[in-house]
């Protein structure tokens, strides 16, 4: 599970904050719509060994990239 949160979206560029396991410190991630890329701006404390979380919030940012939520629970099994 992460959570995501909005953080902003101006300009073409979309920041999250994200949190795996709703533990510790969040991180923060941006994609930039202009240029298709997505950026760790800071690592997650629980995401540090791996891109498994980061890489589940970048996908629902391209996947919602017309109708942004503001607050995602993504889980899976």
């Known amino acids: 599970m992460v959570i995501a949160k909005l953080l902003s979206n ?8 994200y949190q795996p396991e ?3 410190e969040c ?3 941006s994609y930039d ?3 298709d890329i997505s950026e760790i701006e800071k690592l997650a404390e629980k995401d540090i060994k ?9 996908k629902m940012i391209r996947e919602n990239i017309n109708k942004l939520p503001e607050h995602r ?5």
Do not use: A
């Open 73 to 77: 629970t993504l889980m899976w099994y």
């Open 27 to 29: 991180g923060v991630l």
């Open 22 to 24: 709703n533990d510790g």
């Open 50 to 58: 791996s891109t498994f979380y980061r890489n589940h919030v970048f």
């Open 33 to 35: 719509t202009n240029h």
């Open 10 to 17: 101006e300009n073409g560029k979309i920041r999250y904050s």
